[in-house]
């Protein structure tokens, strides 16, 4: 598996609904609607009445193109948000280019679109914005139409007072800009922090019950494993050497007493006296891991490459488990051969694991990991252990990853065929030994 960079994930409060840019556009029609009404009809005060309208009358078909075109629950990406907010941004400064500039009472209404890129986008986009409304700001103060007036009086604004409104007006905009950002960017990673502590008390939770039920099976399945491992040890003896019922025997010895191991291990997974301290290198590691294994039909070929001296870390049992439970996922549907390598350096150790079988399948690569989801293609094969559900992904995942591991899964590049995991550690992470029940997220 190749090193790729974590993709660059938009989280939904970055990304407006088109419905609130819509609802506010229409908010704007109407009140600039009313303030033309009421200073053309109403007062009688002379300003080119058609080009004003035809600039509402835009923003108007704007609004009702997007409605048709797209649903109102979409949520826009920062670019597409911020081509219309610069939208409105021109839009206005139309306006005031036809009724006065800088010098109407609404010129102050520029800063609109700015507070809410401010309040629902990133800094890259509203400073784009805010440079945006400023240019536009600049030139409404050199070059507009007269404000309208009665037809009586020429009204001009003195230069230094038309300076002193601009000054205001990019001052205003860039203190509100900022202030507006700095309150939601709180808000925003407020909910992160939120959101990433559910996930974790989730999974905690999640893995809890597993040690409960895992600990629960090996006290209840103890018993009778027993039974069987006794009879069986006293049916060995009952036998002439090349009976065949004689080695069925002894396999269902061999087999009970696996099944005690497994056991053994599900019971510590949780208890401080698994957590030793004894140190294992790499290579036992992976012996550890694959033997289990060996002898299903499916050839597991092992292999150590580094370019320092091998990495020697404690007898984890969370890291046997985790690396076990994947290596079984992948003998259960290899079709001939599964390879387990271990490379390292100065800095990460990482082990790959691959087979021959049918891979992942698309639909549920982005979800592998979840417990309850199935990440193999086609039906699950004869013989395996994990029942279709998932839970063994999930399990070796999350044991993994409270190690200080990373997991990374995808399906090999054609022409090969099958999965690849690749399971890497941070060398000091792997070499200090966190245990299982440390916090690593």
Same mark, same amino acid.
């Given at each position: 598996?190749?090193?790729?960079?974590?993709?660059?994930?938009?989280?939904?409060?970055?990304?407006?609904?088109?419905?609130?840019?819509?609802?506010?556009?229409?908010?704007?029609?109407?009140?600039?609607?009313?303030?033309?009404?009421?200073?053309?009809?109403?007062?009688?005060?002379?300003?080119?009445?058609?080009?004003?309208?035809?600039?509402?009358?835009?923003?108007?078909?704007?609004?009702?193109?997007?409605?048709?075109?797209?649903?109102?629950?979409?949520?826009?990406?920062?670019?597409a948000a911020t081509l219309q907010l610069a939208y409105d941004i021109l839009q206005m400064s139309g306006l005031l280019l036809l009724t006065g500039g800088l010098g109407n009472p609404f010129a102050f209404l520029l800063m609109a679109p700015v507070m809410v890129s401010a309040?629902?986008?990133?800094?890259r986009y509203t400073v784009v914005l805010g440079v945006l409304a400023t240019v536009c700001a600049s030139f409404l103060?050199?070059?507009?139409?007269?404000l309208p007036w009665p037809d009586s009086e020429d009204f001009r604004l003195p230069v230094i007072y038309s300076v002193g409104i601009w000054i205001a007006l990019v001052l205003t905009l860039g203190f509100m800009a900022v202030y507006a950002f700095?309150?939601?960017?709180?808000?925003?990673?407020?909910?992160?922090?939120l959101t990433a502590t559910e996930l974790v008390l989730a999974r905690e939770q999640h893995l809890n019950a597993l040690d409960g039920l895992a600990t629960a099976a090996a006290h209840e399945l103890g018993t009778p494993l027993a039974t069987i491992y006794l009879v069986a040890k006293e049916l060995n003896g009952e036998f002439e050497t090349g009976d065949h019922r004689g080695e069925d025997v002894a396999l269902i010895r061999s087999q009970a007493e696996r099944c005690r191991e497994i056991l053994k291990q599900l019971n510590s997974?949780?208890?401080?006296?698994?957590?030793?301290?004894?140190?294992?290198?790499?290579?036992?590691?992976?012996? $550890?891991?694959?033997?289990?294994? %060996? /002898?299903?039909?499916?050839?597991?070929? #092992? &292999?150590?490459? @580094?370019?320092?001296?091998?990495?020697?870390?404690?007898?984890?049992?969370?890291?046997?488990?985790?690396?076990?439970?994947?290596?079984?996922?992948?003998?259960?549907?290899?079709?001939?051969?599964?390879?387990?390598?271990?490379?390292?350096?100065?800095?990460?150790?990482?082990?790959?694991?691959?087979?021959?079988?049918?891979?992942?399948?698309?639909?549920?690569?982005?979800?592998?990991? $979840?417990?309850?989801?199935?990440? %193999? /293609?086609?039906?699950?094969?004869?013989? #395996? &252990?994990?029942? @279709?559900?998932?839970?063994?992904?999930?399990i070796a995942k999350t044991l993994l990853e409270r190690t200080g591991a990373k997991l990374l899964l995808e399906n090999q590049a054609p022409p090969d065929s099958g999965a690849h995991v690749r399971v890497s550690w941070p060398r000091s992470t792997f070499e200090r030994g966190v245990g299982v029940d440390e916090t690593s997220f």
């Open positions: 598996m190749t090193d790729q960079p974590a993709p660059n994930i938009t989280l939904p409060h970055r990304r407006l609904k088109l419905d609130t840019l819509v609802r506010l556009r229409w908010l704007a029609v109407g009140g600039q609607s009313a303030a033309l009404l009421v200073v053309y009809v109403g007062l009688g005060y002379s300003l080119p009445a058609g080009p004003a309208f035809a600039m509402v009358a835009m923003s108007a078909w704007l609004n009702i193109f997007l409605k048709i075109r797209w649903p109102s629950a979409m949520r826009l990406s920062e670019r309040t629902g986008l990133s800094s103060a050199v070059f507009h139409f007269p700095r309150v939601a960017e709180e808000a925003r990673q407020l909910a992160d922090a997974l949780s208890s401080e006296e698994d957590q030793t301290y004894q140190r294992m290198p790499v290579a036992q590691l992976l012996e $550890d891991v694959i033997d289990p294994h %060996r /002898g299903t039909g499916v050839a597991i070929h #092992s &292999t150590q490459n @580094g370019e320092s001296a091998e990495p020697v870390g404690t007898r984890n049992a969370a890291i046997r488990y985790g690396l076990g439970n994947l290596v079984e996922n992948a003998v259960d549907f290899a079709k001939s051969r599964v390879d387990v390598s271990a490379t390292w350096d100065d800095t990460t150790l990482s082990i790959s694991i691959r087979d021959d079988g049918p891979g992942f399948s698309v639909d549920i690569l982005g979800k592998i990991g $979840d417990p309850y989801v199935s990440v %193999r /293609g086609g039906k699950s094969p004869q013989g #395996s &252990t994990g029942g @279709g559900l998932g839970l063994g992904i999930f």
